[in-house]
């Protein structure tokens, strides 16, 4: 298992929601230009070290780290939507979700942020967990 196959459980949960709410996605190293009046998520894998499970050479490796959704509105949009957005979010990757053999094992959201004079933020953290 490698942080690309974490990557790619992850996405799928948020390519799931983000369909299920008819919200588009800012992938990762593909064109993407939101448009003036839409919400839209945008995601980042920050791993940890690996860490060995046990004390023999052949013992599995704990992969962890944290998976962010950044939910963004227009400035201005109605802080209700926001709120719906990220509430969202956290329903999708509560604590015990599962997509393959990647655990969530919790997430939290981040106070909202004003990105620049056009955009209004609010990052959701997810910590994850595989062993391999």
Do not use: C
Request: charge should be negative; charged fraction near 20%; glycine fraction near 6%.
């Amino acid at each position: 298992m490698t942080y690309s196959t974490i990557r790619a459980a992850l996405d799928t949960i948020l390519d799931n929601h983000a369909t299920a709410e008819s919200v588009p996605v800012a992938w990762e190293n593909r064109d993407y230009k939101p448009g003036n009046k839409e919400a839209f998520f945008s995601a980042d894998l920050l791993p940890t070290a690996t860490g060995d499970v046990g004390l023999s050479l052949t013992s599995k490796e704990d992969f962890s780290g944290l998976y962010q959704v950044n939910v963004n509105v227009p400035k201005g949009s109605q802080t209700a939507e926001l709120r719906t957005l990220v509430d969202g979010i956290l329903t999708a990757f509560k604590r015990g979700t599962k997509q393959g053999d990647v655990l969530v094992e919790g997430s939290s959201a981040a106070p909202a942020l004003t990105l620049n004079e056009a955009w209004h933020s609010v990052p959701v953290t997810i910590r994850y967990r595989l062993f391999a």
